[in-house]
């Protein structure tokens, strides 16, 4: 979580890699004094730590068991580091404030079995407020800004990708045809007459960047649906910002089955059923897509000039 803030709120670059324990045996030395016979030499070999490469999801933690294997548990939330501001609170679908993600998926952990746990979400990043509900003409236009703002973000992701880490080759070339490209919309406080008028004249610089999208939240797994966890990573951070988010994703879902599936994905956008069918799904996809997004919410931050509306509502 606590990377996760750093880059919503000031865009550190590479994220910290935990060091790496060398492990292995310590050889004793001996001092073998006046004997000449043969010493057996007793090596004390420091055991390899069975948690230290079993990852757990969040809301449990590594313990050993009696056999010395491996198993995840529930964390404790008293366990949890004490946040360092409000700005690391969460709210949960149950209209409860948490003092940070780990404390929420903690609680989340404990109720696993639950009528209570099922339906537990983290529902997004802040404190629980009132945000004013969206009406349907909002609804219309949350697609014309999503759409420019994902544009925007490839765009902001390939000028900082120096390190070539956050995007695939192939990636950087499509992103390129867009970055270079005169009639290109600039970032910024744009209409929405304006937004809707260059989505009809410059349809092709839109469907990437909506399907990489998707690619990059299609992750646990890899199936091309989004369940409500995967689209955690992009909806919790904009939650606050835009009333209507929580409206348009489940107007996505139009079979109502909990899962957006790619083509509803699209159709959400605008993106006709042939454009995306003539992309190779593996192509949306890059590496640490957790911290992609996380950057991308922050350079919607940055990038977008536009007021956002400061109420929140509960879910």
């Known amino acids: 979580m606590r990377v996760w803030i750093f880059f919503l709120f000031c865009l550190a670059g590479k994220t910290l890699a935990a060091p790496e324990l060398e492990v292995g045996a310590?050889?004793?030395?001996?001092?073998?004094?006046?004997?000449?016979?043969?010493i057996e030499v007793v090596e004390d070999v420091i055991a390899e730590n069975p948690c230290l490469n079993h990852h757990c999801k969040k809301g449990k933690v590594c313990e050993v068991d009696d056999s010395n294997q491996p198993m995840c548990v529930c964390q404790d939330p008293l366990t949890c580091p004490a946040p360092i501001g409000d700005f690391e609170h969460v709210c949960g679908t149950d209209n409860k404030t948490y003092e940070s993600s780990c404390h929420f998926f903690?609680?989340?952990?404990?109720?696993?079995?639950?009528k209570k746990g099922h339906k537990l979400h983290l529902d997004y990043i802040g404190p629980c407020k009132y945000i004013t509900p969206c009406i349907d003409n909002e609804l219309k236009e949350f697609p014309l800004r999503m759409r420019d703002w994902l544009k925007n973000v490839l765009v902001t992701l390939y000028e900082r990708d120096e390190d070539n880490n956050l995007l695939t080759e192939k990636q950087k070339l499509r992103i390129k045809k867009i970055y270079e490209n005169e009639k290109r919309l600039q970032a910024g406080d744009h209409s929405l007459d304006l937004l809707a008028l260059d989505f009809e004249k410059n349809y092709n610089m839109y469907i990437f960047p909506v399907h990489w999208q998707f690619?990059?939240?299609d992750q646990h797994p890899v199936d091309g649906f989004l369940s409500h966890t995967e689209l955690a990573p992009l909806r919790a951070p904009l939650i606050p910002m835009e009333h209507c988010t929580t409206s348009f994703f489940e107007q996505c879902d139009a079979d109502?089955?909990?899962?957006i599936a790619l083509e509803e994905w699209a159709n959400?956008?605008?993106?006709?059923?042939?454009?995306?069918?003539?992309m190779p799904f593996k192509f949306f996809f890059?590496?640490?897509?957790?911290?992609?997004?996380?950057?991308?919410?922050?350079?919607?931050?940055?990038?977008?000039?536009?007021?956002?509306?400061?109420?929140h509502v509960y879910h």
């Open 26 to 38: 310590n050889p004793v030395q001996v001092e073998t004094g006046e004997f000449d016979e043969a």
């Open 106 to 114: 903690a609680t989340k952990c404990a109720l696993e079995g639950t």
């Open 215 to 217: 690619g990059q939240l």
């Open 256 to 259: 109502q089955d909990k899962y």
């Open 268 to 278: 959400c956008f605008g993106i006709k059923e042939r454009e995306f069918l003539t």
């Open 286 to 311: 890059t590496f640490g897509s957790f911290d992609l997004l996380t950057l991308a919410v922050f350079c919607f931050q940055r990038t977008s000039t536009r007021t956002l509306s400061s109420k």
